[in-house]
């Protein structure tokens, strides 16, 4: 069974950073591409970022394009995001999430496994 972590959410001012973990179970972690997920109170699940097997390949929400940056070391079944120039609308538990084969990237309907998520909260 497929199990996912998230840790490193918390509370922090804006302007501020975080880095978010991922970590992942099983033995075939590199064989997937992974994404980020987001949501806020009263919000739908939204696409934050993504990232192909290797690496290779990255893609990201309008709203984190230049601030925030997806990556993965598939040799610790690990995926991160790294969240810089933190705004309080960027408030929301954060979820990594295991991606399907044949759907795209940017919707949580591509996704087979979820983590429980990790709250990030962003002062004014």
């Known amino acids: 069974q497929v199990q996912l972590v998230e840790s490193g959410g918390g509370l922090v001012q804006a302007g501020g950073s975080l880095r978010l973990s991922c970590a992942a179970s099983?033995?075939?972690?590199?064989?997937?591409?992974m994404g980020w997920f987001r949501q806020a109170p009263g919000k739908e699940r939204v696409f934050v970022a993504a990232i192909s097997r290797s690496g290779g390949r990255l893609y990201y929400a309008d709203s984190v394009k230049g601030r925030f940056t997806i990556s993965r070391d598939n040799a610790k079944n690990t995926m991160y995001l790294q969240m810089n120039s933190l705004k309080p609308e960027d408030t929301a538990v954060y979820f990594c999430?295991?991606?399907?084969?044949?759907?795209?990237?940017?919707?949580?309907?591509?996704?087979?496994?979820w983590g429980q998520g990790t709250q990030v909260t962003v002062s004014s």
């Open positions: 999430a295991r991606k399907d084969d044949y759907s795209a990237y940017d919707g949580p309907r591509g996704y087979d496994y």
């Open positions: 099983g033995r075939t972690f590199s064989n997937y591409a």
